[in-house]
């Protein structure tokens, strides 16, 4: 029952903003079902226990389908709700960046969080469909109305892109369907039952790269992720920080439950092209990003190269490398948005994100300069942050899969640090820049946002374990299987 | 106590949250809070050390992540070579601190002083932690954070456009050494399936040669950025940009002396490869004069003993290629007590003539004559003057070197040691004796500043008759410690046969260079007119060999740079364009959309409503 009592706060907290009058009463409303959903999920963590999937629920939807409301988690899921709900909190803590339209913002976060945790939970592929497809609507409106000057073209390519994705992977799914039903006689969208069918080599193929085209425009990578600089340009911070979260992690963790588990053999029989599409993806991301003059576009696609990390793991499919995957996935869900509240804040206060305009801000921003210092740091996987714990255990997993090839995905540590420092450099240390207006350090609610998020990136950094122990069972039960 | 030692990195970190969090309401005390928790840290080592000098171990863990089904386990390991590395540490570290109460005051105004003791406590947590670690994994883990450390407080002074690009640098230069590093980590524990240092030194014996060579040569690849050597030395002039304490402490005393502690510490990987010894001999032998003659020309002091710490880091590696492990730990024992001394007494000079240009000193030795003499017995140490402590131990490390026969590694050592000896003088007759040059009025500094000189002068002139003791210590650590396999068959000098006309050598040497030196700064005779005759080489030297430009210009700019704006300029026109090329195509299904497209929330659900309906629909029709 866990996991419908997370939904359905989730889904509470996105209907009853809409339905009082007051805007500060909308965002208590939201930050209240949002803090609950967040206890929820830590509870669902404590009970959760070895290895497998928990908490399963099971009605049937559409019994002529074989569709079905069907639910569980286990350590792939987990991780990713907690990732969920965690930001939905830090999402409505942090706010709208102006005042406009107020409860109508904290429903379409709450909503976007509900049709996220679903993504995570659903075990039926046309259940997965609908949740996949809820989170795209009030994504879209978050960018159309609370975005910047160029929101109807970031809103657009959004929403065209990532369908584009979708409809290959919706007939993906009824492809699977129709076989099922074509072998057994018995309709159903069940991911178990379907996970069992036998499916012709040239046929696996293409169902695999259908899958995995979805997932890949969705993490993005390389060459399909375009959209994503523009979305989070344009997006306000909030939607960022649930872009960046978890809207990506909808694809990695699609990556690793439908093609993967349905098609093991293809994904062995193409790790090494998958391998350097990732390589790829991580340089070219960071090489991007260091040509950036926009924070949140330098940001958006360090994102991309973080992201190749999960592409990586999955291409090694080793323990170790899943392990380094998943434990990515959480790591860059809470590094990432951390920089975009960071990105955020520095624009709702300097009036500019675009680094040749900035410049000491260090000078008069201390406290958020000693954030941005360490969400950089996070950033760039320094030790005793979560995300080098995940970088870390990805590479030891590409050196047991790839051997010599693995070598050269290292340098990329050397571009990363070089982006995120020089554009320390130039917009937080140096001289101040006499043209800047700054009004004041970091707010109280900010602050909040902020500090959460450190809290989890610095908890994980040092003692992992309590999470990446669960997934890690999860890996080498996962490796064993395919 | 030795049981308590886990708690020695715990200690400042405490300081380190206290000064972070109370530095933004406090201004005072803070120094105070952090030279409080450094004491207890500093009692905890010395129990611990005493503990191991009556023949205990340490060794506790506990289990960290789990990789693959594999459990990390993280702890600490206290044996003769942490015990004795982390007394030395601890006890700079305190020094300086107390140090820098004096030393900081002066900007106190347009800096916060939270600020520098927050870090500084911060880096005392990575530092001591590394040396303790009983992991590869941990170690490199406060590797990196000494490194954000000495990031962070090169550009202490942050406003200032070269430490911003200095500590850029900094980081950048040592993360190079960093992935090596990694690598080698990596590559061990994909081979060997664990970080402990103790069960990878008893697997090594049976590991794959090339493997372990490989491995070995990345970790000293690590060394070679953190310790700043060729070619990655870039970094460390350019660190000078931080205060004189940071210099001290971090790119002088105990940061930059990881990299040998980390080939120290994993040795018996070393041991057991010729060719990764062969290397870290060459590189450091080489490091060692080539720095040596960077500083004969500059003309900034802070840099000149920058140099003269890449040259000496130099002769560490040296003796630890050559196999000697001795010669290596006494020599960075020493040279950490008197290069923080000249470090220390630099600052005191800089912060009374508000200069770092030894041309606009000079006669200091009537004006401050702490300063002067301590600083006197520091120069002499490094110089290699008996009875001082630098004579010790680079003489056990020219000998280590000679002993292999090779004679390109005993030239680098004794051709180093002469100009050592003429730079260092060179620095020491132009700021203290003579006139006075600069525009200043210069003082003696406080008393918290010289008592901390006078403290380290006598650590300069004492430590080197540790040498006998030092010897049986360490042969004791090794006979305990290593696999029998590896002292066996490896390529280890256990005790070296002292070697009187060496000796002789080198201090004749060094005397004569300092002749030179005082003819030709204080007799005024015109030395100086080499520098005439050798114009080019004058400046290649003073160029830096160039390399500056190579990182800068060519790696930075050229390559970093011009990839990065290659890359933006590719996805945002070609990629890019591509994507916005077919939707352009579909400009006409598009125009239609955006009359569907009325911004009214109900209509564009019930859409939705009705598509998934139409869909259910459809395929029940279908269905039998």
Redesign the interface.
Known sequence: MILSVILILLLLGSILPWLVRSATIARCVAIFFAFLSFAASIYAYTMFEGSGFQFEERYEW?P??GISYHLAVDGLSLPLVILTTLLALVATIYGVDEPKRDNQFYGLIMLTCFGTAGVFMALDLFLFF?FW?IVL?PMY?LIAIWGGPRKDYASF?FI??THIGSVIMILAFFAMHYLYYLQTGV?TFDLFELAKLSIEPKLAVILFIALIFGFFIKMPIF?F???LP?AHVEAPTSGSVLLAGILLKMGGYGLFRIPYTFFPEVAKAYAYPIAIIAIVTIF?GA??????EDYKSLIA?SSVSHMGYVLLGAAAL????I??AIFQMFAHGVASPLLFIMAGTLHHKAGTRLIHRLG?V??KM??WA?FM?TAS?AGLA???TAS??AE??V???A??AFNVLA?FV??A???T???F??A??RAV????NADLHIYGDVDAHEFVAMFMLVVAIIYLGI???PL??II??F??AF?GGV | MIEYSWLIPIMPLFGFIICLTAGYRFTKGLGEVAIFFMFLSFLLSLGAFIDVLNGQTYQAKMVWAVVGGKEITFGVLIDQLSALMVLIVSTLILLIHIYSMGYMLPFIKTNKLSRYFAEMQLFSVGMLGLVIADNLLLMFMFWEIVGLCSYLLIGYFYRKPEAAKAQLKAFLVTRAGDVAFLIGIVVLFVYAGTFDLLKLFSLAPEMDNFVLTFAAIMLFGGAIGKSAQFPLHVWLPDAMEGPTTVSALIHAATMVKAGVYLVARTYPLFAMSSEALTIVAYIGGFTALFAATMALVMVDIKKVIAYSTISQLGYMFLALGTGSLFAGMFHLMNHAFFKALLFLAAGSVINACMTNDIREMGGLRRLMPITAYTMLAGSLALAGIPPFSGFFSKDEVILAAYNTGDMVLAFFGVAAAALTAFYIFRVWFMAFTGEYRGREHPKESPAVMTSVLVILAIFAFSTGFAKTWLEGYMEHFIETSYPHEVVKEGYMQLVLEPNEALMALTVVIAVASITIAYLGYVRGIPIYRIRDVLKPIHTLLYEKYYMDYLFEDIFGGRIGIYWARVTGWFDRVVIDGVVDGIGKVMLVSGSVLRKVQTGNVQYYLSVVLLGVMALIFYFTGVSP
Do not use: N
């Open positions: 559409i002529s389908l609908v497809e609507i409106f390519k065209i892109y309709r060459p992720h375009t959209w523009a070219y090489l991007a990003a260091m040509a950036q696609l080793t323990p170790a490398a392990t380094g000491g260090a000078h201390p406290i000693t210092v740091m320094l030790p005793f080098f714990v870390f255990t590479l030891i997993g050196l047991e070598l290292f340098p540590a050397i571009v640090a070089g982006y420092l020089y320390l450099r240390f140096g001289p101040f003692y992992p374990i990446e122990g890690d069972t890996s080498v490796a």
